[in-house]
């Protein structure tokens, strides 16, 4: 069974940074690109960053390029996020996803709240 | 970057109600579109990629059709555990991926 568990969430001050992490199990991890999906309170689904299987490339948004840093350690079926310079607009649910070898997002964490005020 | 207008952003139905959401593309999107369900509090789940391929598990009363810029996705027969969000995906041109705005699916 595919599984994907984040962690890292919370309370952060505005300019401050932040690392969530999401371990992977029930499938072979460096096989697949992996990408992080937010979604704002009461809000819809915003694409955040994706990797590719080796980690030798990495996408963004413009709306996190240069604050945001995704990577991953394939030896430990683990995703980061490393978020810096955070801002109030950051605040949201953040999803790990595995995207699937068909190039769509197919199995989700359960998510983990970042909130960003002072 | 490809935007993806979705709609309606609610919609109201009665169980048994065949319901239609649509999704249009800025550019032509080669049938690249996934469609997704969210319960409150949960995760999004995958129904259907690739406009009409059924995820394992999916029920068939849940479709997808489309080409082009232009693709919409169905409930026929509504039933009470549909009810919950749906949202669109373009995954065509990468990076970005897309997601449409969302729809609220209600109960009348």
């Known amino acids: 069974e595919v599984q994907l568990v984040e962690t890292g969430g919370g309370l952060v001050q505005p300019g401050r940074s932040l690392k969530l992490s999401c371990v992977a199990s029930?499938?072979?991890?460096?096989?697949?690109?992996m990408s992080w999906t937010r979604q704002a309170p009461g809000k819809g689904l915003e694409w955040v960053a994706s990797?590719?299987?080796?980690?030798?490339?990495?996408y963004y948004p413009d709306s996190v390029k240069g604050r945001f840093t995704i990577s991953r350690d394939n030896a430990q079926n683990t995703l980061y996020l490393q978020m810096n310079s955070l801002r109030s607009e950051d605040t949201a649910t953040y999803y790990c996803t595995r995207v699937s070898l068909r190039r769509v997002p197919d199995y989700w964490g359960q998510g983990v709240m970042v909130t960003v005020s002072s | 970057d490809i935007q993806m207008t979705q709609s309606p952003p609610s919609l109201s139905a009665s169980l048994g109600d065949k319901v239609t959401i649509t999704c249009q593309a800025s550019?032509?999107?080669?049938?690249?579109i996934a469609w997704y369900q969210q319960k409150p509090g949960k995760a999004p789940r995958l129904l259907i990629r690739y406009t009409s391929t059924l995820e394992s598990g999916t029920p068939s009363r849940f479709s997808g059709s489309g080409s082009g810029r232009d693709y919409s996705f169905s409930i026929s027969n509504v039933e009470s555990e549909d009810i919950a969000s749906y949202y669109c995906?373009?995954?065509?041109?990468?990076?970005?991926?897309?997601f449409g705005a969302g729809t609220k699916l209600e109960l009348k």
């Open positions: 995906l373009q995954y065509d041109n990468l990076p970005p991926y897309t």
């Open positions: 990797i590719t299987n080796s980690g030798g490339s990495t």
């Open positions: 029930g499938f072979t991890f460096n096989n697949y690109w």
């Open positions: 550019q032509n999107i080669n049938k690249y």
